[in-house]
């Protein structure tokens, strides 16, 4: 690198070229969409979450449930594979002995730290018995104050499967963004105490 390019002079003044000419294009578009002008040329539109969002794909690998039988006990047989197969390490499976003799085990305790889990699929891949998927149309909560608000357990995994059931494939979503806004308004109340 020369001298010239290490002082990053020439990028910074492009970068500020390129945002430059983006605001003031799409301000002037949207001031003139606002007077009925232009309208075939569309201007960049900002999604205005959370009270706005747009839906996920139906491949995207979201947050993880784990499926029900019909009388809503877990599939999982607590077998380990999930667990084996997962790069980052991050599923945590206590197994337990099932009272009905037809089923082997179950797992008694069955979590995923998210803070380390990178929603690669592996564990759904791995599992043989279809127990765990990431078909949620939910990101992972991104809001919490310490590592534990981080760990889904296995009632958080439950009661996705049965609220998609129950409410449809937006119903994971809503919620989610309704926790945020309360939240919010909670730490704002905090500050304005
Ligand atoms: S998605 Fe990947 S990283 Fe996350 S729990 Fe599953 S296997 Fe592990
Ligand atoms: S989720 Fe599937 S792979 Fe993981 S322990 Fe349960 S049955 Fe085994």
Partial sequence: MTFFERLYL????????????????NLTLHALHAVGLFKQVSAAVTTQYPDEYKQYPDNYRGSHRLTLKEDNSVRCTACFLC????????????????????????????????????????????????????D?????????????????????????????????????????IEDYKKEEAEVWDRFEE
């Avoid at 305790?109 to 564990?123: S, V």
């Fill in 10 to 25: 020439g990028e910074i003044a492009r970068g500020l070229v390129v945002t430059m000419y983006r605001f003031w294009r």
């Fill in 83 to 134: 667990a084996t197969a997962c790069p980052a390490n991050c599923i945590f499976i206590e197994a337990g002995e099932h009272p009905d003799p037809e089923v082997e085990k179950f797992p008694l305790r069955y979590e995923i730290d998210t803070l380390r889990c990178i929603y690669c699929g592996m564990c759904v891949e791995a599992c043989p018995c279809d127990a765990i998927r990431m």
């Fill in 136 to 176: 949620t149309y939910v990101h992972p909560k991104i809001w919490g104050f310490n590592r534990a608000d981080f760990i889904e357990t296995k009632s958080v995994f439950i009661e996705r499967s049965k609220t998609l059931a129950e409410r449809g494939r937006n119903a994971l979503m809503e919620d989610m």
